[in-house]
């Protein structure tokens, strides 16, 4: 596999020695390795040993026809770029060959720069196939990756809930519970609540990426769901014994987006805030509008962040090593949440830390007029 510009091996078939030589000369300027073959069935041959990532073949040729050519390469690879040569009197072969699998066709006569640019184009077309397929298999594998690790971090906490369960069972059994019920109890309890948040939080992202959930756009205004998110963790936060503060416009902190998704980014940027702060800490939530964005952050006095950590804080199941990720429980999936949801609105984030001193989360989204615009001039745009 290579790159733009890397050579490639380009197998010519093509029973016309003078035409096998012409193509030779031409394409080897180019850079490329080509070898040529007089025969369907010689070409074949080569192409399953060389592996090439073009193919050029003549379509009239006596024994295997152009078109069996075609259509057997194609089966040895599939990604392989196969250009036809045809006379003017085979173009409806042509477009046979372009049924069974050619990418394209050159009429002959043709002069060397018409091969090079067909050449060039059919090498940059397998250069864009073999991307997709390489993102395609970093995605499931990352899948896969995905289905192992929850399926791990579900295993620990259920085993914990059964052992739990089934010595609670074998002491009622023997009447000698007593003093340790309470305390079994709430550790299931504790165990189940975090399985909970992490299906949650699972699901969340699902739903992320089947585009469901960030694909609806409407005005929002983010003075109006922020104070709302606020006053549901003043509990918690009293608790923590964390102070929260909000200073939102009136007016002005419109996005477009879906107030689904601006919920769980702002839940999950909030709950963090509590989460990772210290007692008798603050917490400030600032927005304003900056030209066409609006942006809004999230302050806290807490732990901070390490610098090191920083680049991989967005990424799934990252958590800070240390005593904060063992005295918080946490999945690590709420800020790749977060990301994903920002980048589906055309927005950013990105955090200010300063390890023992607090973190500041700022997130910037297109204001609604602004992406409504935006939208307006794609449509209209053939
Ligand atoms: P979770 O909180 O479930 O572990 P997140 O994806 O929300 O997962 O956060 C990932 C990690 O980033 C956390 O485990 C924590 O170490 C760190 N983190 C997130 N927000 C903050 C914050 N406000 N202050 C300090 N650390 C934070």
Redesign the pocket.
């Given at each position: 596999m290579s790159g733009p510009g890397e050579q490639e091996v380009i197998v010519v078939i093509d029973d016309d020695a003078a035409m096998r030589l012409s193509c030779r000369k031409i394409l080897a300027k180019l850079g490329h390795r080509v070898e040529t073959f007089e025969d369907g069935t010689q070409g074949l041959e080569g192409v399953s040993r060389l592996r090439p990532g073009l193919v050029v073949v003549d379509l009239k040729m006596p024994g295997l026809s152009g078109l069996e050519v075609v259509a057997r390469v194609r089966e040895l690879d599939p990604l392989v770029v196969v250009v036809v040569i045809t006379g003017y009197a085979t173009i409806d072969t042509a477009v046979e060959a372009m049924k069974a699998g050619a990418y394209d066709f050159l009429p002959k006569p043709f002069s060397p720069e018409e091969l090079r640019l067909i050449v060039n184009r059919s090498l940059e077309r397998r250069r864009l196939s073999l991307e997709a397929r390489r993102a395609e298999m970093d995605r499931e594998l990352l899948r896969r990756r995905f289905v192992t690790f929850v399926s791990h971090q579900l295993q620990t906490p259920l085993a914990a809930v059964h052992q739990y369960l089934s010595v609670l069972q074998q002491f009622e059994e023997t009447g000698a519970v007593e003093g340790k019920r309470r305390e079994w109890i709430e550790r299931c309890l504790r165990r189940a609540e975090e399985m909970q948040?992490l299906i949650r939080?699972w699901l969340t992202l699902a739903r992320l990426e089947s585009d469901r959930l960030a694909r609806e756009r409407a005005p929002v205004d983010l003075g109006q769901i922020i104070p709302n998110i606020l006053a549901t963790y003043e509990p918690l936060a009293a608790e923590e014994r964390v102070t929260l503060e909000a200073r939102l416009p009136e007016t002005g902190c419109t996005v477009a987006g879906d107030p689904n998704c601006l919920n769980v980014l702002f839940d999950?940027?909030i709950?963090?805030?509590i989460?990772?702060?210290r007692p008798e800490g603050r917490i400030s939530v600032t927005a304003g509008c900056q030209g066409e964005e609006v942006e809004v952050a999230?302050a806290?006095t807490?732990?901070?962040?390490p610098p090191q950590?920083r680049e991989r804080?967005?990424d799934e199941f990252?958590?800070?090593r240390g005593e904060?990720?063992k005295k918080?429980?946490?999945?690590?999936?709420?800020?790749?949440?977060?990301k994903r949801i920002v980048t589906e609105l055309g927005g950013s984030i990105t955090?200010e830390?300063e390890p023992g001193a607090?973190?500041t989360?700022r997130v910037r989204l297109p204001a609604w007029r602004a992406a409504a615009a935006r939208e307006d001039r794609t449509e209209s745009t053939p």
């Open positions: 948040t939080d999950n940027l709950t963090n805030a989460k990772y702060n999230v806290d807490g732990v901070g962040i950590c804080l967005f990252f958590r800070v904060g990720a918080t429980p946490g999945t690590g999936l709420g800020l790749a949440i977060c955090v830390s607090g973190s989360f």
